[in-house]
């Protein structure tokens, strides 16, 4: 089993409808995590952090859930520059050692 | 400046050279990363340092041979590469290398590597 996982997708999904995507870790000892989204050629950026008590940016919503070992990523009204591939991190061992899922393919259809 | 820089932008080398690719932060980070990524597949942990010192090695192949010579500066030194080293690498920069922050990460754009 992947330390982390994702379902690879694509996602094809039309502008304006709510799309969500989940990420499993196996280790427990796992202590942060975030989504990050990539596009084409281009270096992974920072989406949002991920806390225990779950958080909102704008249309984008992160939960987490500790007891089943998942994060998952809510956006809501989907744009079309929203089409990327969004990847899951987990941190753990004191914060340096870092994992990334295996990134969902998010495709926003005029 | 919340920018992580890196040079150069694309490199292509025999096996036989030596090259060497750089990052720069200034956002006064104090852990750096290098990352290889393979195409469509999620950037790979190679080493990590964190308060100029290397606290992390993925066990990556001594042909790649990273430094650190301050807090700003991570080097990451390329001899006697094969085809199939050929990626993207990026390099990343966290506030702290210590638990107890929630570390996020910046990435620099990356310098596409082609060995011949």
């Known amino acids: 089993r992947k330390e982390v996982e994702q379902d690879p997708g694509p996602f094809n999904v039309p502008e304006g409808a709510t799309v969500a995507f989940n990420c499993t870790y196996s280790?427990?000892?796992?202590?942060?995590f975030f989504w990050y989204r990539q596009d084409c050629r281009k270096e992974p950026k920072l989406l949002m952090s991920v806390y225990s008590s779950g958080n909102e940016d704008g249309r984008f919503t992160a939960q987490l859930n500790r007891a089943s070992q998942y994060i998952s990523l809510l956006i809501r009204d989907s744009k079309l520059s929203d089409s990327a591939t969004y990847l899951c991190?987990?941190?753990?061992?004191?914060?340096?050692?870092?994992?990334f899922g295996t990134g969902t393919k998010l495709q926003v259809i005029p | 400046d919340t920018e992580v820089t890196q040079t150069p932008k694309h490199l292509v080398m025999g096996m036989t050279n030596k090259k060497s690719l750089k990052c720069e932060q200034h956002?006064?980070?104090?852990?750096m990363y290098w990352y290889k990524q393979k195409a469509k597949k999620p950037p790979e942990l190679m080493f990590v340092?964190?308060?100029?010192?290397?606290?992390i090695n993925e066990s990556v192949p001594s042909r790649f041979s990273p430094e650190c010579p301050n807090s700003s500066l991570l080097n990451l030194h390329l001899h006697a590469l094969q085809p199939e080293d050929s990626a993207l690498y990026l390099c990343a920069s966290s506030p702290s290398g210590t638990s107890g922050s929630y570390n996020e990460q910046f990435f620099g754009p990356g310098t596409r590597l082609t060995v011949l």
């Open positions: 956002m006064g980070h104090r852990a």
């Open positions: 280790n427990s000892a796992s202590q942060s």
């Open positions: 340092y964190s308060y100029e010192k290397l606290s």
């Open positions: 991190v987990v941190n753990y061992e004191g914060y340096q050692k870092v994992t």
